[in-house]
């Protein structure tokens, strides 16, 4: 698949789509899946459904159009708890954090080696509709915990003093990033972090210990993911406080929880109205490592409404194509997308991947040049586990490969995504 913009989307962007049309998404967008999205998506298995289709059906549909090059995000809990005791990640680079990773070595170079994730096997599953007893059972728990959100317990914690009511969402944004780094109460911030995890007593203390040594430092300073993390639960509270967001629908609290993700994409897209209101206040310029260069980019907010249009017109531009260039198979004939900036995706592909329309057309392989190619990659595979002594400052900068198994369906849609 191509290594498109890196993309968060939520359900409502993913059910919109047509499996064609996700066959487009899939090839042209590198997918930060979010844990939240399979969460979402097995609790389907206990939501009646409008169109009285079989729970089943409707997780196995969504399964289907799910990005089968996309990877998984590890979860913002154990971020913030690995980020606070003091094993740190990249951040603002607007790319996923991959758990799984094996620092490799051959004889001509140091690697990583990315083992499958759980969560690609399940898609697999649910495609099929199977389902694991535990799978449902956690289905049934996660239904009952959203129905526990109590937001109108939230409106009176952050409902202010009379006259006193934030304007608009800015105002909440605004409030919330000044009560995490506000001085005076960084110890009562880091335990309200700390609660917000469910972080165990001994965990706790090997935090508030570390903390203490560095000399108490503001959240942002001590762990910038987490204090992401607690700005956006605060913007929630605020606003919820001072009706900027209603409290009728619980689930508005799990839609909000997206944007937890923000630093590990450049483009977020869903059909959620709270979305489109609220998450351009978290967009932010950072740096992205792109084909070794590094450039400064702002992330960007897509309507799932806007999405769709562009991949109905990919799917029909390439649908155009005559029967023995569409029979060579996706990946053959659209690496890239059409150079033509009326679509979407090739402006997203200029402003995130600028250097893209240098890359010289490649012929197809010599039978000669095929076969040094499979033997470097059968070197990679071979390639033998580091000690974390020997792997050092090893990441996906300074790796000489990172390689990655994955399963790519013969055909998806009416598309035939590899050769023959």
């Known amino acids: 698949m191509s290594l498109g913009p ?6 409502s962007a993913l059910q919109a789509l047509s499996l064609d049309e996700a066959v ?6 590198l997918a930060n899946i979010t844990p939240l999205f399979f969460v979402e998506t097995l609790a389907d298995l206990e939501k009646i459904d409008a169109k009285r289709r079989a729970p089943e059906q409707v997780v196995g549909n969504l399964a289907a159009k799910t990005p089968v090059g996309g990877v998984p995000n590890v979860h913002h809990g154990s971020l913030c708890a690995a980020e606070m005791l003091g094993h740190g990640f990249k951040m603002g680079l607007g790319r996923p954090v991959v758990a799984g990773g094996q620092p490799v070595a051959t004889s001509l170079q140091r690697g990583i080696m990315l083992q499958p994730a759980p969560e ?5 599953r649910w495609q099929r509709a199977e389902f694991l007893e ?13 129905s526990g ?8 914690r952050y409902r202010p003093a009379p006259g006193a009511r934030l304007p608009d969402l800015s105002a909440a944004k605004e409030i919330a990033e000044h009560m995490v780094r506000q001085d005076g109460h960084r110890l009562a911030t880091l335990k309200l972090a700390m609660d917000s995890i469910a972080a165990p007593a001994a965990l706790r203390r090997a935090i508030v210990a570390r903390w203490k040594t560095l000399g ?20 929630f509270n605020l606003a919820i406080g001072s009706d900027l967001i209603g409290r ?17 994409c450049m483009v977020f897209v869903s059909n959620d109205r709270l979305h489109e209101r609220c998450v351009p206040y978290f967009l932010t310029e950072h740096k992205a490592i792109v084909d070794r260069h590094e450039l400064t980019v702002r992330q960007e907010f897509v309507s799932g409404r806007d999405l769709k249009t562009d991949l109905a017109k990919l799917d029909a531009h390439y649908s155009a194509l005559p029967a023995a260039v569409r029979d060579r198979g996706v990946m053959a004939f659209a690496k890239d997308p059409p150079p033509d900036t009326d679509f979407l995706v090739t402006r997203l592909w200029d402003r995130f991947l600028p250097k893209w329309r240098e890359n010289p057309t490649l012929e197809p392989l010599s039978p000669e040049m095929h076969s040094k ?16 002594e020997a792997a050092g400052d090893l990441d996906a900068d300074t790796a000489g490969f990172i390689m990655r198994r994955m399963r790519v369906p013969a055909r998806r849609g009416k598309w035939r995504i590899v050769r023959p």
């Open 149 to 156: 959100i109590d937001l109108q317990a939230i409106y009176e």
């Open 120 to 124: 690609a096997e399940a898609l697999e």
């Open 134 to 146: 535990t799978e449902r059972f956690f289905a049934r728990k996660w239904r009952r915990a959203l």
């Open 6 to 11: 890196i993309t968060i989307f939520d359900k």
């Open 373 to 388: 190619m499979l033997e470097a990659v059968k070197e990679m595979e071979r390639a033998q586990p580091l000690t974390a």
């Open 24 to 29: 487009w998404f899939d090839n042209f967008y």
């Open 216 to 235: 108490g430092p503001a959240l942002p300073d001590f762990a910038p993911f987490t204090a992401h993390v607690m700005t956006v639960d605060l913007f």
């Open 248 to 264: 009728e629908r619980a689930s508005n609290k799990v839609d909000l929880a997206y944007l937890y993700y923000l630093p590990f």
